[in-house]
T-cell receptor
Framework: GAVVSQHPSRVICKSGTSVKIECRSLDFQATTMFWYRQFPKQSLMLMATSNEGSKATYEQGVEKDKFLINHASLTLSTLTVTSAHPEDSSFYIC??????????????FGPGTRLTVL | AQSVTQLGSHVSVSEGALVLLRCNYSSSVPPYLFWYVQYPNQGLQLLLKYTSAATLVKGINGFEAEFKKSETSFHLTKPSAHMSDAAEYFCAVGTSGTYKYIFGTGTRLKVLA
């Protein structure tokens, strides 16, 4: 149980376009989802915390107008990279909390999305 | 503020040898600690977690970790390394309330034949 999926797994886009990444909790309801960014051979950096039905909370230094996060349902959060540029190329990973499952302090991670901006 | 330090960005061991990956944490409140493994171009897989129960935590694939409050450590060990253990390992500390994770910088484990 507690499976998280991401779509797409890989995306290549041209500079200046927008890209949407979906994060879904498949077998549980996730009131809170997290979005991370990982550069090659580096650790995961938390970008934002997404709560269902409310605005996302962004970490310091993350441009909220560039990385739009929507958490419209208990099983879906989306990250839209607007006007993407090559420096936005990265591995984006989402995670979700399963509060009803008793594992309230644990995050379940998606498989990640590789974004390449040309 | 909470933080995590992983000593050694790269660790090499021979197949069959002991694996020891180090993690030290800083937390003003009782921490929740996690070890994750990441294979290339994949997400994170939970190896084990400490949530204030037993200090010696057993995880998957033969890994275990011991929470030592006096040393503020949560080192990951495995008695005998296998080639399939070669991957990136991350230690993380969780914060109650916000439920955020703070990740260490990671340790790349190489297993030599």
């Amino acid at each position: 149980g507690a499976v998280v999926s991401q779509h797409p797994s890989r995306v290549i886009c041209k500079s200046g376009t927008s890209v949407k990444i979906e994060c879904r909790s498949l077998d549980f309801q996730a009131t809170t989802m997290f979005w991370y960014r990982q550069f090659p051979k580096q650790s995961l950096m938390l970008m934002a915390t997404s709560n269902e039905g409310s605005k996302a909370t962004y970490e310091q230094g993350v441009e909220k107008d560039k990385f739009l996060i929507n958490h419209a349902s208990l099983t879906l959060s989306t990250l839209t990279v607007t006007s993407a540029h090559p420096e936005d190329s990265s591995f984006y990973i989402c995670s979700a909390r399963d509060v009803a499952g008793g594992r309230w302090n644990e995050q379940f991670f998606g498989p990640g999305t590789r974004l390449t901006v040309l | 503020a909470q933080s995590v330090t992983q000593l050694g960005s790269h660790v090499s061991v021979s197949e069959g040898a002991l694996v020891l990956l180090r993690c030290n944490y800083s937390s003003s409140v009782p921490p929740y600690l996690f070890w994750y493994v990441q294979y290339p171009n994949q997400g994170l897989q939970l190896l084990l977690k400490y949530t204030s129960a037993a200090t010696l935590v057993k995880g998957i694939n033969g890994f275990e970790a011991e929470f030592k409050k006096s040393e503020t450590s949560f080192h990951l060990t495995k008695p005998s390394a296998h080639m399939s253990d070669a991957a990136e390992y991350f230690c993380a500390v969780g914060t109650s309330g916000t439920y955020k994770y703070i990740f260490g910088t990671g340790t790349r484990l190489k297993v030599l034949a």
